[in-house]
């Protein structure tokens, strides 16, 4: 329908005005009741676009009626008898889609709490191998989690990369321990099998359901921006940022933990780590993130 800035309804059609539970004869001139007063359309989107001069949409629902629309008012080029700014509003019924959209999130929180169970019960068991493991994923997952907010991801994005952390060495379980454990340097082919566990890690995972590309993160946790990394040897942007978040958070919480082969660096040591390879190896805004949480915020990683 058309309708002025006064909410003054100028034309409607015979969609507009069942909407409007009236007769088409019988609305020109009527004011925009259930759009304008009724509690559906708490944020009038008429009011919207009369105050930005824009194009601005609604989603509301009819509590009566119990269906979901969209209400969408565009400004337009010509202007009433009496000077007042003309609108074109339109309403589509999107109830259907509202339905299928809840029912698709529902079967991703059904299979999110499978995948769950089943990985908590695989967690145990690399714990059971490596009782370090879990301290190192918690403290991984923490750090990028802080990095990640201070870099402004937002909230579903920072989430996934909680879960994926929290997961990223899970394909350690396939390496042999004696290799992974081992005190002394590594040889060539030992090395070789122990980077392979980003591959049995997304192996692992992907068949199953979250939310988000749990197995391609952990995939990428050992790529580097400059290509040096593995598996691929991906480069920049090639690596989503999940994925940068978390191996700079790995650095640092690898180099300050005692390894089999070598006693931990101090918190000083990891950070010029990071500095020095920051456009390098490491994302440079994940890397600025990094320092100034340690340098300027006092952040501290637990025990």
Not at 69 to 97: C, H, Q, R
Not at 104 to 122: C, Q, T
Not at 195 to 200: D, N, Q
Request: net charge neutral.
């Amino acid at each position: 329908m058309f309708i002025d800035s006064s909410h003054t309804i100028l034309h409607a059609n015979s969609a507009a005005a069942s909407y409007l539970n009236t007769a088409q004869n019988k609305i020109n001139g009527k004011k925009c009741p259930r759009l304008r007063r009724d509690s559906i359309c708490t944020l009038c989107p008429l009011d919207a676009a009369i105050e930005s001069g824009k194009a601005e949409h609604r989603d509301v629902y009819d509590y009566r009626e119990k269906k979901w629309y969209v209400v969408l008012v565009s400004p337009l080029p010509f202007i009433t008898n009496k000077n007042l700014p003309i609108f074109a509003l339109t309403t589509v019924d999107i109830t259907d889609k509202i339905l299928a959209d809840d029912n698709l999130r529902l079967e991703k929180v059904k299979s999110s709490i499978l995948a769950v169970n089943f990985l908590e019960l695989i967690y145990k068991m690399l714990e059971q191998r490596d009782p370090n493991i879990s301290k190192h994923l918690k403290s991984v997952s923490s750090l990028a989690v802080a990095i990640a907010s201070e870099i402004g991801l937002d909230r579903d994005l920072i989430e996934g990369i909680r879960v994926a952390a929290l997961l990223h060495d899970i394909g350690k379980y396939s390496v042999p321990s004696e290799i992974l454990c081992r005190p002394g340097k590594l040889s060539d082919v030992e090395y070789s099998f122990v980077k392979k566990h980003t591959l049995f890690g997304r192996d692992l995972i992907a068949p199953l359901s979250f939310p988000w590309s749990i197995s391609e993160i952990i995939y990428q946790h050992h790529e580097r921006m400059n290509g040096s990394g593995y598996p691929e040897g991906m480069r920049g942007d090639k690596i989503c940022i999940e994925a940068k978040v978390i191996s700079v958070a790995e650095v640092v919480v690898a180099m300050t933990s005692h390894q089999p082969y070598r006693p931990a660096h101090s918190i000083e040591d990891a950070l010029k780590e990071i500095e020095k390879n920051r456009g390098i190896l490491y994302d440079p805004d994940v890397a600025n993130a990094c320092l100034a949480l340690f340098r300027e915020k006092g952040f501290k990683l637990k025990e």
